[in-house]
């Protein structure tokens, strides 16, 4: 579908491609607004987060995990999915600050 008018996207503003999807706003790449870094529905099953689930399975190595995800979204960002995986790297590095504030008190 090709769109001729420059239509934007209910919640950042930033111009729709030609398949209306904003290319942006990470909430609106899936045309639903799932929320496909903090939340992405493949990674939840019957209300339990695969991040929680890892958590108590790794315990200690939990932090590790945490890590090495940072260093994958980085890795890729430029080759994938640009500013997508960099807010993922994000993602993770907010998990790995609470993680150390948690065992640091």
Request: include cysteine.
């Amino acid at each position: 579908m090709t769109v001729w008018a420059t239509e934007k996207c209910a919640k950042c503003d930033c111009i729709l491609d030609d398949d209306l999807n904003c290319p942006e706003c990470v909430t609106c790449n899936t045309g639903t607004g799932t929320d496909m870094v903090n939340h992405p529905p493949h990674y939840n099953a019957r209300g339990i987060e695969c991040l929680d689930a890892i958590r108590a399975a790794t315990s200690d190595g939990y932090q590790y995990y945490l890590q090495g995800n940072i260093v994958k979204y980085i890795w890729r960002y430029r080759y994938k999915n640009g500013i997508e995986d960099l807010k993922k790297a994000e993602f993770y590095l907010k998990r790995l600050m609470d993680e150390y504030d948690e065992i640091t008190k």
